[in-house]
């Protein structure tokens, strides 16, 4: 086998991935125990090697450029191949073991995801996690996610999309706000009802409302004078406090419904469903503990599906 990398350029490698992870020649230098000017100069040679730039480098702070992006994901998932590698190959991994780092949206997060880790790490304590909660679409090569939940397939054909179920939505009130306003009857009524907005972050603008009419989905744009972004579960917060109507998961919800905090409303226009999809990197640079993760998650999850 022809040698294409020599001592020098794979700890380069090395400095350049740590680099981008602390978005720092200093932090990264601290951290290999060498000089910035030594992590500068590595990376100034990789660029002349590769023709490439890797880094915009101002006098405040570094940023991967898109090249740069692609470069980093690569080479951090060679890595930690060869970190597996050497596991497997002398027993050091017969477990799982090592950090996870986890994207999901704020709904998923706290009502399906963060309940299932304590669980896991009763079956594997080596692995620890670092969860991203958030509704803001992360990028997987520039900020090092190993696996992210999301509501739409990627358009990165590197990631393995996997749907972890369809999500029922439903229509909610609380009781004080019906007493007060009155319960809407048709569609046509919820224009003369408070109907508490959610801004999408991707876009900013408000979520229409889908509702089956005759097994068709059909989206109502609705008004309100209560707003909420990036947290989806203050509009629950405001519904349960009487202050409107609100379309959300009905997993959110379930249990307000059963003990009547929350009513259901139009239930003849129910049905409608938005997916959350599973997201990682191809088999091929997988980890033990992320293969892991994701056939214990998808397991635990398949009832939903």
């Given at each position: 086998?022809?040698r294409?990398?020599?001592?020098?350029?794979?700890?380069?490698?090395?400095?350049?991935?740590?680099?981008?992870?602390?978005?720092?020649?200093?932090?990264?230098?601290?951290?290999?125990?060498?000089?910035?000017?030594?992590?500068?100069?590595?990376?100034?040679?990789?660029e002349?090697?590769?023709?490439?730039?890797?880094?915009?480098?101002t006098?405040?702070?570094?940023?991967?450029?898109d090249?740069?992006?692609?470069?980093y994901?690569?080479?951090?998932?060679?890595?930690?191949?060869?970190?597996?590698?050497?596991?497997?190959?002398?027993?050091?991994?017969?477990?799982?073991?090592?950090?996870?780092?986890?994207?999901?949206?704020?709904?998923?997060?706290?009502?399906?995801?963060?309940p299932?880790?304590?669980?896991?790490?009763q079956?594997?304590?080596?692995?620890?996690?670092?969860?991203?909660?958030?509704?803001?679409?992360?990028?997987?090569?520039?900020?090092?996610?190993?696996?992210?939940?999301?509501?739409?397939?990627?358009?990165?054909?590197?990631?393995?999309?996997?749907?972890?179920?369809?999500?029922?939505?439903?229509?909610?009130?609380?009781?004080?706000?019906?007493?007060?306003?009155?319960?809407?009857?048709?569609?046509?009524?919820?224009?003369?009802?408070?109907?508490?907005?959610?801004?999408?972050?991707?876009?900013?603008?408000?979520?229409?409302?889908?509702?089956?009419?005759?097994?068709?989905?059909?989206?109502?744009?609705?008004?309100?004078?209560?707003?909420?972004?990036?947290?989806?579960?203050?509009?629950?917060?405001?519904?349960?406090?009487?202050?409107?109507?609100?379309?959300?998961?009905?997993?959110i919800?379930?249990?307000?419904?059963?003990?009547?905090?929350?009513?259901?409303?139009?239930?003849?226009?129910?049905?409608?469903?938005?997916?959350?999809?599973?997201?990682?990197?191809?088999?091929r640079?997988?980890?033990?503990?992320?293969?892991?993760?994701?056939?214990?998650?998808?397991?635990?999850?398949?009832?939903?599906?």
């Amino acid at each position: 086998m022809q040698r294409n990398f020599d001592d020098v350029q794979l700890g380069s490698i090395e400095l350049f991935c740590l680099a981008a992870e602390q978005a720092s020649f200093t932090g990264a230098a601290n951290i290999a125990g060498v000089t910035p000017a030594a992590v500068s100069r590595s990376i100034g040679r990789m660029e002349e090697r590769l023709g490439v730039r890797l880094f915009v480098r101002t006098t405040r702070q570094i940023r991967l450029t898109d090249g740069g992006k692609r470069y980093y994901e690569q080479c951090r998932q060679a890595l930690t191949q060869l970190v597996e590698a050497e596991r497997e190959v002398t027993g050091a991994q017969a477990a799982p073991a090592g950090p996870l780092r986890i994207s999901a949206p704020t709904p998923y997060a706290h009502y399906r995801l963060l309940p299932l880790l304590p669980q896991f790490r009763q079956l594997y304590p080596e692995v620890s996690f670092e969860v991203h909660v958030s509704n803001r679409n992360i990028d997987f090569a520039g900020e090092s996610y190993d696996i992210a939940i999301r509501g739409r397939d990627p358009a990165d054909s590197s990631l393995i999309a996997r749907k972890l179920e369809d999500a029922e939505l439903v229509l909610v009130a609380a009781p004080s706000y019906l007493r007060r306003a009155g319960t809407p009857a048709t569609l046509e009524d919820l224009h003369k009802h408070e109907c508490i907005q959610f801004d999408l972050p991707s876009t900013g603008r408000k979520i229409p409302w889908p509702f089956k009419v005759e097994r068709k989905q059909v989206d109502v744009v609705t008004k309100g004078r209560y707003t909420c972004s990036e947290d989806v579960l203050g509009i629950v917060t405001l519904a349960r406090s009487g202050a409107g109507i609100v379309q959300t998961y009905r997993f959110i919800v379930e249990e307000d419904l059963k003990q009547g905090g929350l009513v259901e409303l139009l239930p003849q226009h129910g049905g409608t469903s938005r997916p959350f999809i599973l997201l990682y990197p191809h088999a091929r640079h997988l980890s033990l503990r992320v293969r892991t993760f994701v056939d214990f998650v998808t397991s635990r999850l398949s009832p939903y599906t």
